[in-house]
């Protein structure tokens, strides 16, 4: 949620008026990237926890929720999923996930599409694939959902 605050004073010989407006506007389609951004990063450090990033980066792979993840693809969902969280910090970043979630539909579709040769380069199946079209689909939607927007101004005036 973004907050703006304005603040406007008129001083005269006999009063002062004060105008304050608060506009906030907020985008339901961060709570959605951001829920994404938080999956990718938590999926993202157990991948890179399990496997280790001391060795080779395709073996061994390891299962989170059905999914064959290797160090690789613990990379790259922490990166992508801090980028989702950077475009779920206000509404204005909302081309960033976007963006984000297009590589990751891209992404997805290569490795779901893969041949088992590059499937066991990357050390993922093609489930892990599908699972990165989803979501990236969902934090495009998200990116595209309109903000809310809520203005309110309060005027005063003391003699002085």
């Not at 990063?41 to 157990?46: D, K, L, P, Q």
């Not at 690789?72 to 475009?87: D, I, N, S």
């Amino acid at each position: 949620m973004a907050l703006y605050h304005q603040r406007d004073e008129v001083d005269t010989p006999y009063e002062r008026t004060t105008a304050v407006a608060r506009t906030r506007h907020f985008s339901p389609g961060q709570l959605l990237t951001g829920a994404v951004g938080a999956i990718l990063v938590i999926f993202g450090v157990i991948a890179l926890v399990r496997t280790g990033v001391d060795g080779s980066l395709n073996t061994p792979p390891t299962d989170i929720l059905g999914l064959a993840h290797s160090a690789y693809v613990g990379f790259a969902e922490l990166a992508l999923g801090l980028l989702l969280l950077l475009g779920s910090a206000n509404p204005a970043y909302r081309g960033v996930a976007g963006a984000v979630g297009a590589l990751m539909v891209i992404g997805g579709i290569i490795v779901a599409a893969g041949t088992t040769k590059m499937l066991l380069q990357i050390g993922t199946e093609r489930a892990t694939g599908w699972f990165f079209v989803v979501m990236g689909a969902i934090a495009i939607l998200g990116s595209m959902l309109p903000s809310l927007y809520s203005r309110e101004r309060a005027v005063t005036t003391d003699r002085v």
